[in-house]
């Protein structure tokens, strides 16, 4: 019976080694870290009009990010109030290298791009490309700054000249 429970033990070992010494796919170093998703519910009133969804993966220091908001505002059952945004951004060390965004604000349609190569950064909105000087920023929950002034750019392409101060962490409690 001892010598049946050794070989188990010792096949169960050497199963468990083979297992995890199995190739896969990608070698461990080159794998995709997994995507985080974020999902916030917009409210009016104690009642839902919407959601923010985002979603990250990372792989070799370059975040892919995908962020979408849609909301719908009803007064009875007709709408008033519509708008739906689609957003891709791809950062390299922290920093937007490029930017694809469509959104839809009652009707009214905006598309964003943004593009950083060899120095030269443009914002283009609407098929009109305005100069960009600053870094730019959207709103994304895994944003850290990297430069002391950025550009801050909405949904709409409205693009704000922003200091960004480090002002240490703080503990917020929401009630």
């Known amino acids: 019976m001892m010598k049946k429970t050794r070989l188990f033990f010792f096949a169960f070992i ?6 995890g010494t199995a190739p896969h ?4 170093s080159e794998r995709p870290a997994a995507p985080e998703h974020l ?8 009642k ?3 959601s923010y969804h985002f979603s990250k993966s990372t792989q070799d220091g370059t975040d892919q990010i995908t962020a979408e908001m849609k909301v719908k ?5 007709i709408p008033v109030y519509q708008a739906h945004h689609k957003r891709q951004e791809i950062r390299h060390n922290n920093r937007i290298i490029s930017l694809d965004s469509r959104s839809e604000y009652n009707g009214k349609i905006y598309g964003v791009t943004f593009a950083a190569q ?18 730019i920023m959207t709103f994304i929950p895994w944003h850290t700054s990297t430069a002391n ?3 801050l750019v909405n949904e709409k392409g409205k693009a704000h ?10 503990d917020l409690s929401i009630d």
């Not at 999902?39 to 104690?46: H, K, L």
């Not at 060899?118 to 870094?135: C, F, H, M």
């Open 161 to 170: 000249d922003i200091t960004i101060t480090d002002m240490g962490w703080k």
């Open 73 to 77: 505002v009803k007064l009875g059952f």
């Open 25 to 28: 796919a990608q070698p461990v």
């Open 14 to 19: 050497i199963a468990l080694l083979v297992a």
């Open 39 to 46: 999902e916030y519910q917009i409210q009016r009133d104690g």
């Open 48 to 50: 839902s009009i919407g």
């Open 149 to 151: 002034t950025a550009s």
């Open 118 to 135: 060899d120095g030269q950064k443009s914002l283009t909105v609407n098929d009109q490309t305005v100069p960009i000087k600053n870094e």
